[in-house]
Nanobody, 121 residues
Framework: VQLQASGGGLVQAGGSLRLSCAAS????????MAWFRQAPGKERQFVAA????????DYADSLKGRFAISRDNAKNTVYLQMNSLNTEDTAVYYC???????????????WGPGTLVTVSS
């Protein structure tokens, strides 16, 4: 699976941003999709995952209510809607794909190159 994230950029605190990740190379509806992020000097962090059908999702506890993951299997694309952004959300955001049959926070062998989100105060 090849993944390409887009939609990152500079946004003011309190603003919103939507990331997209286009997939190719494999039947998109057969993979679980997720977003991770890595802030400067920190370890990579799980953000959210969505099932193959899109009917179920999982979020990092600290991000529930502000972030929303969705997917469009007809467009081979997964999205991450981010609202009420703050400076701590500044990070490189990565999309990833898993062969697991259900949402998971680990076991993602396929990764995109990441897109930078910078939140200014």
């Amino acid at each position: 699976v090849q993944l390409q994230a887009s939609g990152g950029g500079l946004v003011q605190a309190g603003g919103s941003l939507r990331l997209s990740c286009a997939a190719s190379g494999r039947t998109f509806s057969n993979v679980v999709m997720a977003w991770f992020r890595q802030a400067p000097g920190k370890e990579r962090q799980f953000v959210a995952a969505i099932s193959r059908s899109g009917r179920s999702s999982d979020y990092a506890d600290s991000l529930k209510g502000r972030f929303a993951i969705s997917r469009d299997n007809a467009k081979n694309t997964v999205y991450l809607q981010m609202n009420s952004l703050n400076t701590e959300d500044t990070a490189v955001y990565y999309c990833a794909a898993s062969n697991r049959p259900y949402t998971t926070r680990t076991d993602y062998p396929y990764w995109g190159p990441g897109t930078l989100v910078t939140v200014s105060s």
